[in-house]
């Protein structure tokens, strides 16, 4: 066998060019045949052992595909040990053909490297509170520093040169690579700044309707903010606005456990008046009222009976208002209505009067957060206010509208007069 060996191989040195073909196929050969046995049976092997294991079966960590690229160096290994036995190939190839496997190693551990820290960071985000401190914008910094790294060795490795002249050049193009990566640096900054001051969080509702963002962030990047607004949308916001543009964040009242309510009703100024001895009496039939007018009436009496003979005029008298009645209803009404914090502020306040009526303001806080509950005690709470107003002998403001128009017609037809 092996002096039929040795009779091949003089025989192929007769043929140069042929013993260099055959050599490079059967190294070819070899490095396919090492890239199938790793891929095929070790990987694979490797992968079935772990599924077994609670890590193996993570999706995570086969869709970082750390293990496969890592095994691309195999077949490079290979190739580039194996050119250099080839003969009659010019020293020239040789050198190319080791360059381009050492490039190509470099980057498939880099490449390697940055699947780890993806996975890294998918592990963390799994930790209840992840969302509190988002490391992603120092995974994206450590992976740029890495393929940095690996772009000047892979340079250095094509030319055949020692990275440090590479790296020797850097200091004149200083200038050059801040203006180059200055989002880069700026976003930077800023990630460190959202996270060591804690301003935003996945999952906080903010506003910042200059760049029309307005509901949940759902990602912290190096470079961006993603926010999905109410209508489902997602706007994409630069990190470093988030540190030099102002904005809202809800977080504060999320954590607080009541969300406010601050909305008036705009009353018919021309409806207040006193109210009559009989509405008193009628209105103190009112669970949440007949409390405040018995000691409203002893307060009155008290002070109106100071004023001896001057009391016959009731100018000089005090009177209960249907405003203020209706007023002191409201205030007790919040404070038996389930829906209403009675931990937090409430008032129940006028507000200057405008050429659509007079502001009637209530400012509440109510006992949950969440969008669907609090809009549905907010309407229930007007629906109510809004249903007894005319027992109070009050009326809501409003513009006259096609209806009052149809309505008043008939009036002045009839009192002979005719619409401007």
């Not at 916001?237 to 954590?255: A, C, H, V, W």
């Not at 016959?312 to 203020?324: D, F, K, M, S």
């Amino acid at each position: 066998m092996k002096e039929q060996y040795q009779a091949t191989l003089a025989w192929l040195q007769q043929y140069p060019e042929l013993h260099t073909l055959i050599s490079l196929c059967l190294l070819l050969a070899g490095a396919w045949l090492a890239n199938w046995v790793v891929k095929r049976i070790l990987v694979r092997g490797l992968y079935r052992a772990l599924r077994s294991t609670t890590v193996g079966q993570d999706k995570a960590l086969a869709d970082s595909h750390v293990v496969r690229r890592l095994a691309n160096i195999v077949p490079a290994l290979i190739l580039a040990s194996g050119i250099k036995v080839i003969p009659h190939l010019p020293a020239a190839v040789v050198t190319v053909v080791e360059n381009v496997c050492s490039a190509f190693i470099i980057l498939t551990i880099a490449l390697a490297i940055g699947g780890v820290l993806n996975l890294v960071n998918a592990f963390y985000q799994r930790r209840p509170n992840a969302h509190l401190k988002p490391i992603k914008g120092y995974i994206q910094v450590v992976t740029i520093v890495i393929y940095a790294i690996a772009t000047i060795l892979m340079i250095a490795t094509l030319i055949d040169r020692s990275p440090l002249i590479l790296l020797s050049g850097l200091g004149a193009m200083a200038a050059v690579l801040m203006l180059i990566f200055q989002d880069t640096l700026l976003s930077l900054v800023a990630s460190v700044q959202i996270s060591s001051s804690d301003i935003v969080r996945v999952g906080d509702w903010i506003e910042m309707p200059q760049l029309n963002a307005d509901g949940d962030v759902i990602d912290i990047a190096l470079h961006t903010v993603k926010v999905q607004n109410w209508d489902k949308t997602i706007t994409t916001i630069p990190t470093k606005r988030l540190i030099s543009d102002p904005f809202k964040n809800y977080r504060g009242m999320q954590e607080s456990g009541g969300r406010r309510i601050k909305r008036a009703i705009y009353l018919d100024q021309t409806s207040v008046r006193f109210l009559s001895p009989d509405e008193i009496a009628r209105l103190q039939r009112f669970l949440l009222l007949g409390q405040y007018l018995s000691s409203k009436q002893s307060e009155l009496l008290s002070w109106n009976a100071e004023l001896a003979d001057a009391a016959q005029e009731p100018a000089n008298t005090r009177r209960v208002t249907n405003l203020g009645t209706f007023r002191a209803y409201v205030e007790h009404y919040l404070r038996q209505h389930p829906g209403v914090n009675q931990n937090m502020t409430q008032i129940v306040r006028q507000l200057q009067p405008t050429a659509d009526g007079l502001p009637l303001e209530l400012y509440c806080f109510t006992n949950t957060v969440a969008w669907v509950p609090y809009e549905g005690y907010q309407s229930d709470i007007f629906d109510h206010l809004l249903a007894i107003l005319p027992e109070f002998g009050l009326r809501v403001f409003q513009h006259p509208s096609g209806a009052d128009m149809r309505e008043l017609r008939p009036a002045l037809h009839g009192s002979g007069s005719s619409p401007a």
